[in-house]
């Protein structure tokens, strides 16, 4: 992924700001520019979430591509956040440890590196609240 | 010409195909149209489905149908990141997520919610490498056994290896012509009966439920519907199943059976090549291959091929009607199309 592409999304990556419509009140993250009930009557203003929330699903990658490879294995959810919205995200935790509905809150983290010499990538991972 | 094509750029680093195999196949000089469709796993039912919208229009007379695929040049890694492609590259990929991966999640949702066990999810791989094994085109021509899919690694869990389409190059074609026309180059055609199309969110978190591809239940029915023919009429369907768990999604979700009942029709042998809905009858893309750009193609060959009565030790009996069922990615692109035997 090349630098300006990672650039871009920091605030949201770091961060978790979305978005949500004034008009109907659905949160959106990632963020969405239009709100897709309300159309151009939608007011979509930044919302920055406080990350807590719930597994929906989940995997251990064990094959992965390249960039990941030396983190394999490793937990991937989608994260249903408190709000309302779903989004991909790995989760802090062994294998078999998180199941369906496990609460978890956000943390910073590493994601992946371009090569031994590229570009760091951070970004926001989740841990299983006990 | 329509060449279904998902990333050449990054297989082989060739784009502009269309041109080339127009070139290659010696039609460059009579300088025909020729146009790459790209929608990842579905390029190819969607260079189908524009060929079809082609010919309906009158705006074109004869037009060639292709995809094609040549994944193989590349290592595991790149390929596994190519496909990745198929997802959201910000919000899925970014974050470690692959393609085994999203339909895993897609499996831990379904048996979180339906009696899916794993004998059965396996035996999908076991039914389509039975199919396979009588399919000489077939990437895999040997039979297996529950055992073997349940004994190989885990690529993402609960997906194991044998659940998964493996890496393949390919390529198929057909060609599309007005009915009134078809017989001046054949008297074996076949009749398109329904094309159909249908889109989701590209991320699998964003859709209405994990477990079901809405894009597969639109465009189901709009093919059904378009051709005035219920479930009953289909005498088989070649549906996507890139996984295990795919397959059994899309007999759900094209309305087969209700959600939830997919493994035990798979159990009890009603989708088998002998059964009262023979599905993936070519193998499917676990056995005969997934070229990502040419699969949509090779399902309407294999349909053609079945209403043909050409199937050789594969054939469905007296088969008249077919449907084919092609995903991208996890489900934002379906094309369905409907044949018929003449
Ligand atoms: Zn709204």
């Known amino acids: 992924m090349s630098v300006a592409r990672f650039w871009r999304k920091i605030p949201q990556r770091y961060n978790l700001i979305g978005t949500r419509c004034g008009t109907c009140g659905t949160y959106f993250f990632p963020p969405r520019s239009f709100c897709p009930s309300c159309r151009r009557e939608g007011k979509i203003e930044e919302y920055r979430f406080p990350g807590k929330g719930k597994v929906v699903t989940h995997t251990v990658i064990r094959s992965a591509s390249e960039q990941f490879e030396r983190q394999t294995p490793y937990v991937l959810a989608i994260i249903q956040l408190d709000e309302g919205p779903r989004f991909t995200a790995q989760v802090v935790a062994e294998p078999g440890e998180i199941q369906v509905g496990t609460p978890v809150r956000p943390v910073f983290r590493r994601i992946s590196a371009d090569g031994e010499s590229g570009v760091i990538h951070y970004g926001t991972k989740f841990v299983p609240v006990r | ?342």
């Open chain 2, 1 to 342: 010409m329509y060449v279904g094509n998902m990333s050449a750029g990054r297989f082989i680093e060739q784009e502009h195909i269309g041109a080339l195999i127009a070139d290659y196949s010696g039609m460059a000089t009579r300088h025909i149209p020729a146009t790459r469709v790209e929608a990842a796993c579905a390029s190819g039912g969607l260079s189908f489905r524009q060929a079809v919208i082609a010919v309906a229009s009158g705006m074109e007379d004869v037009v060639v149908a292709a995809g094609v695929e040549k994944m193989t040049d590349v290592g595991t890694g790149v390929s596994v990141d190519t496909l990745a492609g198929a997802a959201d590259r910000e919000w899925e990929g970014f974050v470690g997520a692959t393609f085994p991966g999203l339909y895993a999640m897609i499996a831990t949702d379904y048996m979180h919610r339906y009696p899916l066990t794993r004998e059965q999810l396996a035996q999908v791989a076991v039914k389509n490498h039975f199919n396979g094994a009588r399919n000489p085109i077939a990437q895999f021509q040997q039979e297996i056994t529950v055992e073997t899919v349940i004994r190989s690694s885990l690529v993402a869990d609960p997906l194991r290896l044998f659940d998964c389409s493996p890496i393949t190059d390919g390529a198929a074609a057909v060609i599309v012509a007005p009915l009134e026309r078809a017989r001046e180059f054949t008297d074996r055609f076949v009749k398109v009966r329904a094309s159909a199309q249908a889109s989701d969110t590209i991320s699998l978190h964003d859709r209405a439920d994990i477990s079901r591809l809405d894009a597969t239940v639109a465009a189901g029915r709009r093919a059904l519907d378009s051709a005035g023919l219920s479930h009953r009429d289909i005498d088989l369907v070649e549906v996507h199943d890139c996984f295990t768990i795919a397959e059994i999604c899309a007999i759900e979700d094209l309305g087969f059976c209700r959600k939830g009942d997919a493994g035990r029709l798979t159990e009890e042998g009603i989708t088998a090549l002998d059964g009262d809905l023979p599905v993936n009858t070519s193998g499917g893309l676990k056995a005969c291959g997934h070229p990502v750009g040419a699969t949509g193609i090779k399902q309407i060959c294999e349909v053609v091929q079945q209403l043909r009565g050409e199937a050789g030790k594969r054939q469905v009996p007296g088969a008249e009607i077919g449907m084919t069922h092609n995903v991208g990615g996890t489900g934002a692109t379906v094309a369905v199309h409907i044949l018929e035997a003449i």
